[in-house]
């Protein structure tokens, strides 16, 4: 029953910003740490950015300074606030949702920053 889902994504020029929004329902939201990762064809599925139920925050160093990670436990939604957008960053971005055992995703959103 639990779902999250993934908004935001699209096509925009390098330099340019997004904001994805993953919206989570079936859970008690903000007991559980949030994720996005992405993957892009030639290259596996990694961790951009990641925020703990207590607010602590972690990112790749290829967006580090370029993309912040946030939350919003009152309306159940996480998101990331992508700038300064790359032809690098071009990749299907995914929410998780985790603690202890529990693990889930949502479907993913394309971004696509073209040159």
């Known amino acids: 029953q639990v779902q999250l889902v993934e908004s935001g994504g699209g096509l925009v020029q390098a330099g340019g910003s997004l904001r994805l929004s993953c919206a989570a329902s079936g859970v008690i939201f903000s007991i559980y740490n949030m994720a996005w990762y992405r993957q892009s064809p030639g290259k596996g599925r990694e961790l951009v950015a990641a925020?703990?139920?207590?607010?602590?925050?972690n990112y790749a160093d290829s967006v580090k300074g370029r993309f912040a990670i946030s939350r919003d436990n009152a309306k159940n939604t996480v998101y990331l606030h992508m700038n300064s957008l790359k032809p690098e960053d071009t990749a299907v971005y995914y929410c998780r949702l985790s603690r202890l055992a529990l693990d889930y995703w949502g479907q993913g959103t394309q971004v696509t920053v073209s040159s």
């Open positions: 925020i703990t139920s207590g607010g602590s925050t």
